[in-house]
């Protein structure tokens, strides 16, 4: 799905299904995939910085399944707004 989403056969379907996927879980697999590659696309589109750290983003991960996105997002975008005004 990453490289392209034509390479998503009708076996890896029926694999998913074997494994107990059902078509609800397989569709919304599919439309979280493409979200995310349209995401880092328009992110990198835009010339962000991203941090090359790879530990920085397990950390967040752990976060983001602990307290959820709202939560992160809301205490990241408030820390950016101080350093924003300390200039």
């Known amino acids: 799905m990453q ?3 034509k390479l998503v056969t009708p076996a890896d379907v029926e ?3 074997g494994l107990g996927a059902t078509d609800l879980e397989i569709h919304d697999t599919v439309l979280i995939a493409a ?3 349209m995401y880092n ?3 990198d589109g835009l010339g962000t910085d991203q941090p090359d750290d790879e530990a920085l983003y397990r950390e967040r991960g752990r ?3 602990r307290d959820g996105y709202v939560t992160v997002s809301e205490e990241y975008l408030a ?3 101080e350093a924003a005004h300390a200039h």
Do not use: E, M
């Open 3 to 5: 490289q392209d989403g």
């Open 15 to 17: 694999t998913a299904r």
């Open 35 to 37: 979200a995310f590659c």
């Open 41 to 43: 696309r328009y992110v």
């Open 63 to 65: 976060r983001v399944a």
């Open 79 to 81: 820390s950016h707004a």
